[in-house]
Each structure stands twice: as C-alpha cells, then as structure tokens.
C-alpha cells in the first residue's frame, strides 16, 4: 500500500470512481440511491472530501463488493487521515503544495524542467532561504519551517529507494543570482554534489538551444502502482495545477523528451556547472 496520506486518499478516490463506473452510474444516482448528495460522491471520488469508513461499508455493500476489497478501502480512508511529516510546520507549507509533497513522497520516477530556479531538491539551504525571504510574506519562523522542509524533502532523492530523478534546467537559472557570488558559487557545488547520486541526472538547457518545446517550469511524477496514473505538476503563486488525464501526460511526456534532447548531455551539463561556478569565484 502506498506509504503517504495523500497517495492512499489519492488510490482510494481511484477505487472508488472506478467501481461506479464499472456499474454504469453516475455520481447523481449513487447518491440518490444511499441518500446522500450526487456532490457528496462526487467529492470522494476526486479526494477533495475525507471518507469515513462506514461511507465505504455503505458503498460496498451497494455496489456488491467482496469483503477483501471493503476492508482494503476502509484501510485506506482510516490510513488516509494520518498527517505527514511536513503538515507539522504550519504556514511554512501552504495546503496546496501539502498535497503535492505527499505524492513526490510516494513517485517512482520524477521528471522535473525548471526554467528560471535551480529545482528544490537541489538547493542549498542559503538559496531556498533567499527564496523564501524575496517571495512569500512570512514570519521569519515560518520561513525557517519551510525551508526545513524543502531540506527535508531532498532525502527522497539519496534513499536506497530513490525514484529515478531527472532534471532539465534552463542556464539562465544557474547564472540568475540569488543573493550573491558567494552564495551561488555554493549553490553550484551543491548541483555536483547532487548529480553525483546513482538515481539522479541532470541535464542544462543552454541558452544556444534554440526553440524547445515548453513555456514554463513542470514536474512529473509517476508512481510504482499501475493503477495510480502519473501526474502533472505545475505551481503559481498561490495554487497549483494537477494533470492527471492521458493527454495531458502524453503531451508533457513528448515535450520533456523534447528538451531533453536540446539540453546538453549530463557530462557536458556538468561542465558548464563548474565553469559557471568558476566564474562566480572571481
């Protein structure tokens, strides 16, 4: 079973929509039959509202499912009300990216262009911090909070049981300076570091390439369960965006192969790093 609250609550949304489906009704008439909203199943079925257990005996036993299947699904709603390790730190995490963090906590692959920052999983602690202080309106210990978060996510990509991570980023990203010299010349370091890891590659768009097929920064985040398709990731200001339909993932999968073969290879990518960090020594 997957290991997040937020991928159970996700497969069992899954589960749920599938199993009406599979009986040929609509939200409306599930709900007319079990005396509740056509709204109230629609919730369930896009993870936008909790299930109780005794919702999914009620369920259940209208669709006429095996006991194995019931006690599975009601595992996953009781499962899927336990808080992750980053809902502990308050308005340094915005709910929205809440959900995010718990599905990059469960992917099996994590595809990720980054136009104009280096990707937070390969950032310093000075550079998030930077970040954080130049684009949120936080209190400093909320700040602290979120980037000990985004710290703390980088251990996804070092585990034994790292997915397979790859990372375009734009050059204009690695010479931006956030902060200062010092500061960036870190951050590049840190870039060699973390490409260093066996589950990591990362290749840099450079700015020669030419046209490429893509117009602002996305992730994409598949999972080890056939049943749990993969997602599209794009964030904002204030809100998030997630892709979850088979063309929307098609497309995105052709525009990452795209860039990735305008970016340069990982060991010419690694050499322009370490000469951008040169140049941030003098």
């Given at each position: 079973?997957?290991?997040?609250?937020?991928?159970?609550?996700?497969?069992?949304?899954?589960?749920?929509?599938?199993?009406?489906?599979?009986?040929?009704?609509?939200?409306?008439?599930?709900?007319?039959?079990?005396?509740?909203?056509?709204?109230?199943?629609?919730?369930?079925?896009?993870?936008?509202?909790?299930?109780?257990?005794?919702?999914?005996?009620?369920?259940?036993?209208?669709?006429?499912?095996?006991?194995?299947?019931?006690?599975?699904?009601?595992?996953?709603?009781?499962?899927?009300?336990?808080?992750?390790?980053?809902?502990?730190?308050?308005?340094?995490?915005?709910?929205?990216?809440?959900?995010?963090?718990?599905?990059?906590?469960?992917?099996?692959?994590?595809?990720?262009?980054?136009?104009?920052?280096?990707?937070?999983?390969?950032?310093?602690?000075?550079?998030?911090s930077e970040l954080h202080r130049t684009s949120a309106h936080l209190a400093e210990e909320d700040i602290a909070r979120a980037v000990n978060v985004r710290m703390e996510r980088q251990?996804?990509?070092?585990?034994?049981?790292?997915?397979?991570?790859?990372?375009?980023?734009?050059?204009?990203?690695?010479?931006?300076?956030?902060?200062?010299?010092s500061l960036m010349r870190e951050q590049m370091e840190r870039l060699l570091d973390t490409v260093r890891l066996p589950a990591v590659t990362l290749q840099v768009l450079p700015f020669?390439?030419?046209?490429?097929?893509?117009?602002?920064?996305?992730?994409?985040?598949?999972?080890?369960?056939?049943?749990?398709?993969?997602?599209?990731?794009?964030?904002?200001?204030?809100?998030?965006?997630?892709?979850?339909?088979?063309?929307?993932?098609?497309?995105?999968?052709?525009?990452?192969?795209?860039?990735?073969?305008?970016?340069?290879s990982p060991q010419r990518s690694a050499q322009l790093i370490e000469s951008i960090s040169k140049e941030f020594t003098t």
């Open positions: 079973m997957a290991g997040s609250p937020t991928a159970r609550r996700r497969r069992l949304s899954i589960e749920l929509k599938k199993l009406r489906e599979q009986s040929a009704l609509t939200c409306a008439q599930v709900g007319s039959a079990l005396d509740w909203s056509g709204s109230k199943v629609n919730r369930m079925e896009t993870g936008s509202g909790r299930v109780q257990p005794s919702d999914i005996d009620a369920l259940c036993r209208f669709y006429g499912t095996s006991d194995e299947l019931r006690e599975f699904l009601k595992a996953l709603a009781r499962q899927a009300k336990v808080r992750g390790w980053w809902q502990v730190h308050g308005a340094g995490v915005p709910e929205w990216f809440n959900i995010y963090i718990g599905l990059e906590q469960d992917a099996s692959t994590f595809r990720q262009y980054q136009c104009e920052l280096v990707p937070g999983l390969m950032q310093t602690q000075a550079y998030a251990a996804m990509i070092s585990r034994p049981e790292a997915p397979d991570a790859w990372f375009i980023v734009n050059e204009g990203a690695l010479r931006n300076v956030i902060g200062d010299r020669d390439s030419g046209t490429y097929p893509a117009t602002g920064s996305f992730t994409m985040l598949g999972f080890p369960a056939p049943e749990d398709p993969d997602i599209v990731y794009r964030d904002g200001i204030t809100d998030a965006v997630y892709l979850e339909g088979e063309h929307h993932v098609r497309e995105y999968t052709r525009a990452f192969d795209g860039l990735r073969a305008a970016a340069l």
